[in-house]
Structure formats: C-alpha cells, structure tokens
C-alpha cells in the first residue's frame, strides 16, 4: 500500500469530501484521523473505515478555534505517534455570500473563519509534526459548485490560500514539508486565479491525463487530473515532486 506507516488528518467530519478522502487515504493504507464538528458522521465514516479494515479514529473539534486544533493534532499523535499528510478542506459557502456589496459582517466572519483561519491555524501547529515526519504534506482544497464571480468572501479567501500555501512550500521545503492547493470547480479552467505574476503554469510528470491543468513555476500548461480524489491521493503520495502548486480540477463536488 502507498500510504502504509503513514498518518493523514482530516480536519472535516463533513459526509461528501472528506469523508471520500478519509476513506480514500485509509485504502491506500493511511491511518487516518478525522476531526469535525459533526460527531455522527466524523463517527460514522469512522466505522466504515474500520469495517473495511483500515485504521481511523475521530475527535469533536472546531478548526476556527485555535483550542481545538491543537486538541486535534495533539489526539492524532497520541493515537498515532505522528503526522504525515494534513487535509484541509477550506471549502465553505454561504447564502449570503453574492456581490461584495451585500455581504454583511457575520457572513465575512463565518467564511474567513472556516475557510482562511481555520487552515491556517492547522498548518501552524501541524507543521512542527510533519517537519519530524521527515516528509510531510499539505493539502489544502478549496471546492465548489458554481461560478466563481457568485462567491465573494470564499474567493478573497481562495487568494489568501494560495498565499499561505506558497509561503509554507517556501519557508519549510528545506525541512521535507511539501505544501499544494487544489481549486475545484465546474469552471475552474476559465477562471484565473492570481495574477500570472504570483501563479503561472508548469509542465509536471502527473500519473492522470485529463482536461486539467496545473499551476506552478514555470511557463506551460500540462494535463493532470480527472478528478478531485485523483489530485488528492496524487499529492499525498508524490513524494516531493509537486511543492507550491495549485492544481486546477474542472469538477463538480456532488459528480464523484
């Protein structure tokens, strides 16, 4: 298995992605720890996990507090000894959140919070256990169902992800940490990120050929993936090969 010996965090306990990624991660013979603020489902994933033979435990936390996020990566190493792959679903959305001049101060807190805060404040703690994992990975996915011009504060927020997950791949590549987002939507192709300046396309031997692209350092385009569980069994497996990517899935959360 690619994964065996090795320990993954989830830090969702959501049915739809991540509960897909846990399961994914656990076949491929990672132990898995699932933090979240829904205990039936983290619990439920959980039990098909082991009921399939795999290895995964689950802890109630809240990644907008710091409190709890420490709780979360200090429970998986005690369960576990360490911490190799951290997932973060950045992924959040709101009713509220259309045109920028409709979007009020609870819809702005609740998104950067979930979103931006939460991950970042992952990362922070996290990194010091990947760092002694001799090879610790990063994964921070953003996902969503609909035009990128309908989602105001989740794409300020999309911006500040690519930002925190550049600066990590360059602060703590030296350290065996790799860092890498997924942006995941129906018309992700079409819609630019950042400035060519801060993320700009790179030719990557990937193991997927599709209609996807993914940005990197360089100056050309190259096809990756066909699927979001591709691009994120991919990332947790390739060793160094990707570091400071963002990876452009053309994809629909409720299709695979």
């Given at each position: 298995?690619?994964?065996?010996?090795?320990?993954?965090?989830?830090?969702?306990?959501q049915?739809?992605r991540?509960a897909?990624?846990?399961?994914?991660?656990?076949?491929?013979g990672?132990?898995?720890?699932?933090?979240?603020?829904?205990?039936?489902?983290?619990q439920?994933?959980?039990?098909?996990?082991?009921q399939?033979?795999?290895?995964?435990s689950f802890?109630?936390?809240?990644?907008?507090?710091?409190?709890?996020?420490?709780?979360?990566?200090?429970?998986?190493?005690?369960?576990y000894?360490?911490?190799?792959?951290?997932?973060?679903?950045?992924?959040?959305?709101?009713?509220?959140?259309?045109?920028?001049?409709?979007?009020?101060?609870?819809?702005?807190a609740?998104?950067?919070?979930?979103?931006?805060?939460?991950?970042?404040?992952?990362?922070?703690?996290?990194?010091?256990?990947l760092?002694?994992?001799?090879?610790?990975?990063?994964?921070?996915?953003?996902?969503?169902?609909?035009?990128?011009?309908?989602?105001?504060?989740s794409?300020?927020?999309?911006?500040?992800?690519v930002?925190?997950?550049?600066?990590?791949?360059?602060?703590?590549?030296?350290?065996g940490?790799?860092?890498?987002?997924?942006?995941?939507?129906?018309?992700?192709?079409?819609t630019?990120?950042?400035?060519?300046?801060?993320?700009?396309?790179?030719?990557?031997?990937?193991?997927?050929?599709?209609?996807?692209?993914?940005?990197?350092?360089?100056?050309?385009?190259?096809?990756?993936?066909?699927?979001?569980?591709?691009a994120?069994?991919?990332?947790?497996?390739?060793?160094?090969?990707?570091?400071?990517?963002?990876?452009?899935?053309?994809?629909n959360?409720?299709?695979?």
């Amino acid at each position: 298995m690619r994964l065996a010996s090795k320990v993954a965090l989830i830090t969702s306990s959501q049915r739809g992605r991540c509960a897909k990624t846990a399961r994914q991660l656990a076949a491929a013979g990672a132990s898995v720890m699932i933090c979240g603020r829904n205990a039936a489902q983290g619990q439920a994933t959980v039990a098909e996990i082991q009921q399939a033979g795999g290895r995964a435990s689950f802890i109630l936390a809240d990644i907008a507090l710091m409190s709890d996020v420490q709780a979360a990566i200090d429970e998986t190493i005690a369960t576990y000894g360490r911490l190799d792959i951290l997932f973060n679903n950045a992924s959040s959305s709101h009713e509220s959140d259309r045109t920028l001049l409709s979007v009020t101060e609870n819809t702005w807190a609740r998104i950067v919070e979930a979103t931006l805060t939460g991950t970042f404040f992952c990362c922070q703690y996290a990194l010091p256990f990947l760092q002694n994992a001799g090879q610790g990975s990063i994964i921070n996915l953003v996902e969503r169902d609909g035009p990128a011009a309908d989602y105001t504060v989740s794409g300020i927020c999309q911006g500040g992800l690519v930002a925190l997950t550049q600066s990590i791949s360059a602060h703590f590549s030296a350290q065996g940490v790799v860092a890498n987002l997924i942006v995941a939507a129906p018309d992700v192709l079409s819609t630019p990120i950042l400035s060519t300046e801060n993320v700009l396309y790179g030719p990557v031997p990937l193991p997927h050929s599709g209609t996807d692209l993914v940005k990197g350092n360089d100056e050309e385009a190259n096809t990756a993936f066909a699927a979001v569980g591709d691009a994120i069994l991919y990332l947790a497996t390739c060793d160094n090969q990707l570091q400071g990517y963002t990876l452009l899935v053309s994809s629909n959360p409720h299709r695979e």
